[in-house]
């Protein structure tokens, strides 16, 4: 099959396309941190690449061996009851060639109230599919399961076996799932289909979301204490963020784009709680960096003293950093690699919008470059966060004819790579 057939059968049966993806958001798969739902998404996908003909495995990121002693492990995610799907498309040569992934795990429905449509309904109205998930990140996996079942049908034998790692856990800060997929299956190129529309994300920011606990020396009756404890924290704290916009801003992969200035927010702020605990409180924010994690842990240590010290000045005590979520690696692979290019090459020919190649924030190319293939990228059709109806946000769709083109331009790539 060549690319001009395959995306005129995409075009003839995108109606199937979009069908697939109203099933899986259908299905309840939201992420909790310390537990998820993904198990019967998983179990539905996995049923589909049967169907198809495809060697399966259902696992948890437990069964791969030694992942509990792997460095970047974190407990209490409920991963035993978390599992991936790989689907192996078998080629010529049994080697493992070519990984796309895509997360099943979704971020919390949130305020129902807030939704015009029903999140797990898969609405398909005026050109966009509605659903929990829809841009983030169920696209992806309609779109490879989709691919694979046309490319069967039409007989097409790649040259080497392509892996879909249909992952766990990917929200807040999890990647267990991703981490497990390339370890269990490694391959030598990996597509990541979690990424912002038209764009191509060949780098990912450090850090993580971090909070600094505090409270008073002696029991309080009012949160006055804690509430100026919060105004301390955040002034010493403009160093460490000003330390960040300085280090991204020399990034020749961030300079001059909205990265450094944002590189320290802050998510949320407590002095109190509702009446209680009224000496207790926290600061929460997330950072960027290209740090590593004990550069980071120092620079924590050192701003945790100067807190400590202004702080027992007003009677209140530092607790110090907690993470909040895993600490995010810096990677990237090269923007003008043959892997990245190719992708630009096949989108133009495919006719779709040629993807921007930038820089992402925190992503699980965190894991996924660092233990997986340093030529790892991400790519995707996701509507971002600052979108209405954007990922994340109530009313979340994607736009039928995007996601189209996005599927045009992945299974050109499969015939590219592997034909």
């Given at each position: 099959?060549?690319?001009?057939?395959l995306?005129?059968?995409?075009?003839e049966?995108?109606?199937?396309?979009?069908?697939?993806?109203?099933?899986?958001?259908?299905?309840?798969?939201?992420?909790?941190?310390?537990?998820?739902?993904?198990?019967?998404?998983?179990?539905?996908?996995?049923?589909?690449?049967?169907?198809?003909?495809?060697?399966?495995?259902?696992?948890?990121p437990?069964?791969?061996e030694?992942f509990?002693?792997?460095?970047?492990?974190?407990?209490?995610h409920?991963?035993e009851?978390?599992?991936?799907?790989?689907?192996?498309?078998?080629?010529?040569?049994d080697?493992?060639?070519?990984?796309?992934?895509g997360?099943?795990?979704?971020?919390?429905?949130?305020?129902?109230?807030?939704?015009?449509?029903d999140?797990?309904?898969?609405?398909?109205?005026?050109?966009?599919?509605y659903?929990?998930?829809?841009?983030?990140?169920k696209?992806?996996?309609?779109?490879?399961?989709?691919?694979m079942?046309?490319?069967?049908?039409?007989?097409?034998?790649?040259?080497?076996?392509?892996?879909?790692?249909?992952?766990?856990?990917e929200?807040y800060?999890g990647?267990?799932?991703?981490?497990?997929?390339?370890?269990?299956?490694?391959c030598?190129k990996?597509?990541n289909?979690d990424?912002?529309?038209d764009?191509?994300?060949?780098?990912?920011?450090?850090?993580?979301?971090?909070?600094?606990?505090f409270?008073?020396?002696?029991?309080?009756?009012s949160?006055?204490?804690a509430?100026?404890?919060i105004g301390?924290?955040?002034?010493?704290?403009?160093?460490?963020?000003?330390?960040?916009?300085?280090?991204?801003?020399?990034?020749?992969y961030y300079?001059g784009?909205i990265?450094p200035?944002?590189?320290?927010?802050y998510?949320?702020?407590?002095?109190?709680?509702?009446?209680?605990?009224?000496?207790?409180?926290?600061?929460?924010?997330?950072?960027?960096?290209?740090k590593?994690?004990?550069?980071?842990?120092?620079?924590?240590?050192?701003f945790?003293?100067?807190?400590k010290?202004?702080?027992d000045?007003?009677g209140?005590?530092?607790d110090?950093?907690?993470?909040?979520?895993?600490?995010?690696?810096?990677?990237?692979?090269?923007p003008d690699?043959?892997?990245?290019k190719?992708?630009?090459?096949v989108?133009?020919?495919v006719?779709?919008?040629?993807?921007?190649?930038?820089g992402?924030?925190?992503s699980?190319?965190s894991v996924?470059?660092?233990?997986?293939?340093?030529k790892?990228?991400?790519y995707?059709a996701?509507?971002?966060f600052?979108?209405?109806?954007?990922?994340?946000?109530?009313n979340?769709?994607i736009?039928c004819?995007?996601?189209?083109?996005?599927?045009?331009?992945?299974?050109?790539?499969?015939?590219?790579?592997?034909?």
């Amino acid at each position: 099959m060549d690319i001009k057939n395959l995306c005129s059968l995409i075009d003839e049966r995108k109606d199937e396309l979009f069908a697939l993806l109203s099933s899986l958001l259908k299905i309840n798969s939201e992420s909790f941190v310390t537990h998820g739902n993904e198990e019967e998404c998983a179990r539905f996908v996995q049923k589909l690449c049967e169907e198809i003909g495809l060697e399966t495995e259902l696992y948890s990121p437990l069964d791969v061996e030694g992942f509990e002693n792997h460095p970047d492990y974190m407990p209490n995610h409920g991963l035993e009851n978390r599992y991936n799907v790989a689907a192996i498309y078998k080629g010529l040569e049994d080697v493992n060639e070519l990984m796309l992934m895509g997360h099943t795990d979704t971020v919390a429905i949130g305020d129902i109230s807030k939704w015009e449509r029903d999140p797990l309904s898969g609405e398909i109205v005026d050109g966009k599919i509605y659903g929990r998930g829809a841009s983030d990140d169920k696209y992806a996996l309609a779109t490879v399961i989709f691919l694979m079942k046309l490319l069967r049908e039409k007989g097409f034998v790649p040259k080497k076996n392509m892996v879909f790692a249909a992952y766990s856990d990917e929200e807040y800060g999890g990647s267990h799932g991703a981490l497990a997929s390339v370890l269990r299956y490694p391959c030598d190129k990996i597509v990541n289909l979690d990424c912002g529309q038209d764009q191509i994300w060949h780098c990912g920011t450090g850090g993580g979301e971090v909070k600094y606990f505090f409270h008073t020396k002696e029991i309080a009756d009012s949160a006055e204490k804690a509430a100026r404890a919060i105004g301390i924290v955040l002034d010493v704290l403009a160093d460490f963020k000003e330390n960040r916009r300085k280090e991204l801003s020399a990034n020749p992969y961030y300079k001059g784009t909205i990265i450094p200035d944002t590189a320290l927010r802050y998510m949320g702020v407590k002095a109190g709680s509702d009446g209680s605990d009224l000496g207790d409180g926290f600061v929460y924010f997330v950072y960027y960096t290209e740090k590593g994690r004990e550069e980071i842990n120092a620079e924590f240590d050192y701003f945790h003293e100067i807190i400590k010290e202004r702080l027992d000045k007003i009677g209140v005590v530092g607790d110090g950093f907690v993470p909040n979520t895993r600490f995010f690696h810096y990677v990237h692979c090269e923007p003008d690699s043959d892997e990245v290019k190719l992708m630009l090459e096949v989108s133009s020919e495919v006719g779709a919008t040629v993807p921007m190649v930038v820089g992402s924030c925190l992503s699980d190319l965190s894991v996924i470059n660092k233990f997986g293939s340093n030529k790892a990228y991400g790519y995707g059709a996701g509507r971002d966060f600052s979108q209405v109806g954007g990922a994340h946000q109530p009313n979340e769709y994607i736009d039928c004819d995007k996601f189209v083109e996005f599927t045009k331009t992945v299974g050109a790539f499969i015939l590219k790579v592997l034909g």
